[in-house]
Nanobody
């Protein structure tokens, strides 16, 4: 098990910014990639972005490219999601996820470990 704990969600006006954090306790060598997904009410959970622990390589969904930035702090076993220029359609519960393997994976089923989620609400 790799417990993941998210924090940093909240309410922000359109055009504003938020930063989410995800701490992976006991990560050690068991994780190769961490990702963020989100789920809006009545919709399926969707991929947002991921980062590889070793190389720092990243990949973004088109809907957030240029507005969101994922980063990592290996010493703290923590991944961050900086969200800028937020839009009302970014409103969702954001989930941190982790997996082994370095191939690009963007589906929910590809990730074995999940956080509890944190609510992000963007008002218009």
């Amino acid at each position: 098990q790799v417990p993941l704990v998210e924090s940093g969600g909240g309410l922000v006006q359109a055009g504003g910014s938020l930063r989410l954090s995800c701490a992976a306790s006991g990560r050690s060598f068991s994780i190769d990639a961490m990702a963020w997904f989100r789920q809006a009410p009545g919709k399926e959970r969707e991929f947002v972005t991921y980062i590889l622990w070793s190389s720092g390589n990243t990949y973004y969904a088109n809907s957030v490219k240029g507005r969101f930035t994922i980063s990592r702090d290996n010493a703290k076993n923590t991944v961050y999601l900086q969200m800028d220029s937020l839009k009302p359609e970014d409103t969702a519960v954001y989930y941190c996820a982790a997996r082994r393997g370095v191939l690009r994976r963007t589906k929910v089923d590809d990730y074995a470990y999940w956080g509890q989620g944190t609510q992000v609400t963007v008002s218009s």
